[in-house]
């Protein structure tokens, strides 16, 4: 862990399309992050499918990977869309092989989440879901300010920058307090 008044910030997305508009929005905070405040992208896709047989020979090298980045880090972003009013597959499969045993990685860290999807609702249903896995897993999931993007395909210009103005102030005042909720948790 870093010190004194800076933050370092574990991301991950919620999708692996390479147009992502969730990838992009962490892409976008990685830009609009505070003063003090890093913020390291860690993509799942090499993450293999959860298989507890395969787990009983030693977590994956990915997964690993992933464990100790969590561990170390300050604090973990989420930015997830949701697919059927719930959290992406690719993004609890991940959740799912951090999270075992010994000393799950999300125990006492600080958790921020955002997202954006096509429909009007902009991930709230995922969002809430993945709230519910971190309350299992005793993770610090700051609880405002939200960010959900909704209609993201408007939001976004063809290279994938977030031109949206009023949700790149949601996402800055987001980080802001995020930096302040995993310093008051270090
Ligand atoms: C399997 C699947 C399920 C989806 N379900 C929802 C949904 O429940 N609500 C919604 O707003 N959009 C839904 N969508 C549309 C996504 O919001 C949209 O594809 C979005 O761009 C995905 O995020 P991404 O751009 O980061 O890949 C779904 C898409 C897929 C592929």
Redesign the pocket.
């Known amino acids: 862990m870093s010190d004194g008044g800076t933050v370092r910030i574990l991301g991950v997305?919620?999708?692996l399309?390479r147009?992502?508009?969730?990838?992009?929005t962490l892409r976008a905070a990685q830009e609009l992050a505070p003063a003090g405040m890093t913020i390291e992208i860690f993509d799942i896709a090499p993450i293999p499918l959860y298989n507890e047989d395969v787990r009983q020979q030693g977590f994956p090298a990915p997964v690993e990977d992933l464990r100790a980045r969590i561990k170390s880090a300050d604090g973990l972003l989420i930015v997830?869309?949701?697919?059927?009013?719930?959290i992406?597959g690719v993004l609890k499969n991940a959740i799912d092989w951090a999270s075992r045993p010994p000393e799950q990685p999300f125990d006492g860290k600080p958790i921020g989440i955002m997202g954006?999807?096509?429909?009007?609702?902009?991930?709230v249903?995922a969002q809430y879901h993945l709230r519910q896995c971190f309350v299992f897993l005793n993770a610090l999931i700051m609880n405002r300010p939200e960010v959900m993007i909704?209609q993201?395909?408007n939001k976004f210009d063809a290279d994938g920058k977030l031109t949206d103005q009023p949700t790149r102030d949601f996402i800055s005042a987001h980080l802001a307090a995020f930096k302040a909720w995993a310093l008051r948790m270090k």
């Open positions: 997305a919620g999708s399309r147009g992502s508009f969730n990838a992009a997830t869309p949701e697919y059927n009013y719930s992406p954006a999807s096509a429909g009007v609702m902009g991930s249903r909704p993201a395909q």
